[in-house]
């Protein structure tokens, strides 16, 4: 029979389908709503350290505007003067190339850890795991802890509930705000800043100290892990930087399952079971609501809270430590002793790693040391061309910027040569302030007929006389034909 003959097929709508039909149909949504999650509370040797980076950086982040060094705020990122100030030093935009070493150097420090020991940066150090730590706190601080914010949550509003709702959201404005104006700090000199803010000016100022005040606002008080999750590429590409011999967070299955309840008394063995009681504090402990027990997630961002949990449980139930703790691959698959696994560091590419870090390091101070005090840029005047002067001189003029990277006022001497006969037909001598950039006019002329026509490559001289510093800078000087 051709095809042109078979019975034409009965297409029944997914609408009229049966009843009673024994086939179900499942709904599958692209986008799933977001379970807020409420960590618990717990105390052991990483979230001690946790705590101490917070405090650490955020000693660092919120004291460093307040200091002043001399006259001046110690570390400044003046973009109206186009300076920048960082302790002892006075940077320019021409010295971008020691910002592209340090971007270079946190890039390899950021493969360098990762390599060893996996995401740390994320789980201690991360500004959205900071202020996140932050504003949980103050949410437990204020709403109590896991099961006392499960139940308000749940419970119908009230006096209780309004109020402590409402002094969270104070409270954490009021961190953002902060936040914000502390960061505007490092950009606009923060008393100068603090000023304007209470008097109500500076409009530019106090929408940046919102902007990032929301920013802080919402990143920590609501989205939370959704930002390491979903938004942060870092999450993405872990993968590429680990290895088997890589420190990540892992759960041991061989020793812990299969899991189940019992009591402590109970000889689990007998029963066939494993260390791991099923407890789920685990994934209560999280601060992205995952359960370690599934395996490497790229949501774990390493902070080993759910070490700290789980070692609480074994201690309490007279089980050894380390169901979950922070091994590699390699280790858990052979039984290797954390001796054994540290061994294995030291492989090639953390080795290379190193060694880039370390020459990237010393070639940055060795170039910082001998960097010029002092930085010349030299712009032709377009608007007067090559000219014959009085006496038949031909003449040239130039704009010079001349940048004192120092923060005392410096007495510079400026010469130029490459030409027969060739000299200054303008002041020399300049005086320029701490920090400044100053722009001079300069004339520069040659004996008429002394060079042919066309354009001559000539050399600026520019010499302090205060601590005989000397930079040289390359021009042309234009003959008419």
Not at 377 to 391: C, F, K, M, N, P
Request: a positive charge.
């Amino acid at each position: 029979m051709s095809s042109t003959d078979q019975p034409p097929r009965k297409v029944i709508p997914i609408a009229a389908a049966p009843a009673d039909s024994s086939e179900s149909e499942e709904l599958v949504s692209f986008y799933e709503a977001r379970k807020k999650i409420y960590p618990r509370s717990i105390s052991g040797i990483f979230a001690r350290w946790r705590w101490a980076m917070v405090f650490l950086t955020q000693l660092a982040f919120y004291g460093l505007p307040w200091l002043q060094w001399g006259e001046r705020q110690l570390v400044l990122f003046d973009l109206g003067a186009r300076r920048f100030y960082i302790f002892g030093l006075v940077l320019y935009p021409q010295d971008f190339i020691y910002l592209t070493g340090l971007l270079i150097i946190s890039a390899l420090s950021l493969f360098l850890f990762t390599a060893v020991a996996g995401r740390l940066w994320c789980g201690f150090a991360c500004p959205q795991t900071v202020y996140t730590e932050i504003f949980m706190w103050i949410e437990h601080k204020v709403e109590g802890d896991r099961t006392a914010r499960l139940r308000l949550d749940a419970g119908p509003w009230n006096f209780e509930k309004i109020r402590k709702k409402f002094l969270k959201q104070f409270l954490w404005i009021a961190v953002a705000l902060w936040t914000g104006f502390t960061f505007v700090g490092y950009f606009v000199p923060i008393r100068q800043l603090g000023g304007e803010l209470l008097a109500l000016q500076g409009g530019w100022q106090i929408f940046w100290v919102l902007f990032y005040g929301f920013a802080t606002y919402g990143n920590a008080g609501f989205m939370r892990e959704q930002v390491c999750k979903y938004m942060c590429p870092y999450a993405r590409f872990q993968s590429a930087m680990f290895d088997k011999d890589t420190l990540i967070v892992s759960y041991d299955a061989e020793r812990g399952e299969p899991r189940g309840p019992r009591n402590k008394n109970v000889d689990h063995k007998a029963k066939g079971l494993g260390d791991c009681i099923d407890c789920t504090l685990c994934v209560q402990v999280c601060p992205t609501g995952i359960d370690i027990r599934n395996g490497l997630q790229y949501e774990c961002i390493g902070c080993g809270l759910c070490v700290d949990a789980c070692d609480s449980v074994m201690e309490k139930m007279h089980y050894p430590k380390g169901l979950i703790s922070y091994v590699t691959q390699n280790g858990l698959r052979s039984h290797w002793t954390r001796a054994q696994m540290l061994r294995r560091i030291l492989r090639p590419r953390i080795l290379i790693y190193t060694i880039l870090l370390l020459l990237l390091c010393v070639a940055m101070l060795v170039s910082l040391t001998m960097r010029s005090p002092m930085k010349v840029d030299v712009v032709r005047d377009r608007a007067a061309l090559s000219r014959i002067v009085a006496g038949g001189r031909l003449e040239n003029v130039y704009r010079l910027q001349i940048m004192n990277a120092t923060e005392r006022a410096h007495h510079y001497h400026i010469s130029v040569k490459g030409l027969d006969g060739i000299e200054m037909a303008s002041d020399a001598e300049y005086d320029v302030g701490p920090a400044e950039a100053r722009w001079v006019a300069v004339r520069v002329q040659i004996p008429y007929g002394a060079a042919s026509p066309g354009s001559h490559p000539i050399s600026f001289v520019i010499e302090s006389l205060d601590d005989k510093a000397r930079i040289e800078e390359k021009s042309i000087f234009l003959v008419p034909r």
